[in-house]
């Protein structure tokens, strides 16, 4: 059975208008998918749905999506879709899916190529190296202290799915992770922009070991400095200061895996 809501002022307009907002995703233990892409990619990965919620002109087009029978489908109006977006021309499709990590994984368990993000903040270079972990075969990404969340609406847009291929991980504590690593035997290397650290093209190739990327503007903090195993400098030939993180980490994570 399909719900209709024409209301804007619907009690569950505004909880979905909420999960843009962080206290809001906290609050209800779950958050936003926006946009047939996303959607479909995460239907695809078998990501738990709560929700189903699309414009009633657009219903039609839920016959190429393979909506599990326990999710709730829900219409709503054009109006509706405006107010719970986060974008100026919304497609008119959502999800709600619950706040938890769709893969958990500890770093115990860990095995093949991650990427460790410390303090990076800004939405498009998080999705950009997400998607570049993905299409280089990282297994996945850890978020660690001073990381957006990577539930922000604007980062599950620049991630286009990636998120749903890869195992991505919330940590209050990332040296724990490099720690853990370190003890299993596993290389943890470090990037820095500093010519005293290790040029990346002399580290060969790896199957098991992690990259830690920095704060875009402060990069790694100095004890995760410290704790790696080793910290990589990229050369730079012509005069710019340094690269973008983004850049940088898929310049890194292509050289650094094993095929």
């Known amino acids: ?93 959502f999800a709600v899916a619950p706040l938890v990590d769709q893969q958990p994984v500890t770093p115990s368990q860990a095995q093949g190529a991650w990427l460790f993000l410390d303090g990076v903040q800004d939405p498009g270079n998080i999705g950009t190296m997400v998607r570049t972990a993905d299409a280089a075969g990282f297994n996945g990404v850890v978020f660690g202290p001073g990381t957006a969340d990577y539930h922000q609406p604007k980062i599950m847009r620049s991630m286009q799915g990636s998120q749903f291929h890869l195992h991505l991980v919330t940590t209050p504590d990332l040296g724990e992770w490099v720690t853990t690593f370190r003890d299993r035997k596993i290389p943890v290397f470090g990037s820095e922009l500093n010519v005293n650290a290790r040029d990346y093209r002399t580290v060969g190739q790896h199957q098991d070991f992690a990259l830690v990327m920095g704060n875009e503007g402060n990069g790694m903090s100095a004890d995760l400095l410290h704790q790696t195993a080793m910290n990589l400098y990229i050369p730079i030939a012509g005069q710019a200061e340094s690269l973008n993180v983004a850049v940088a980490a898929g310049i890194l994570m292509f050289q650094l895996i094993g095929g």
Do not use: F
Not at 20 to 26: D, L, P, V
Not at 66 to 79: K, L
């Open 1 to 93: 059975m399909v719900e209709e809501i024409t209301a804007p002022g619907n009690r569950r307009v505004k909880d979905w208008a909420k999960l843009q907002t962080s206290r809001g995703r906290k609050k209800q233990h779950r958050y936003l998918l926006e946009g047939w892409h996303l959607v479909k990619e995460a239907l695809a990965a078998q990501v738990v749905i709560n929700e189903l919620i699309i414009v009633a002109d657009e219903i039609s087009l839920l016959d190429d999506l393979s909506v599990p029978g326990d999710c709730e489908v829900v219409t709503i109006t054009r109006e509706i879709a405006q107010k719970i977006s986060s974008t100026p021309s919304p497609q008119g499709v």
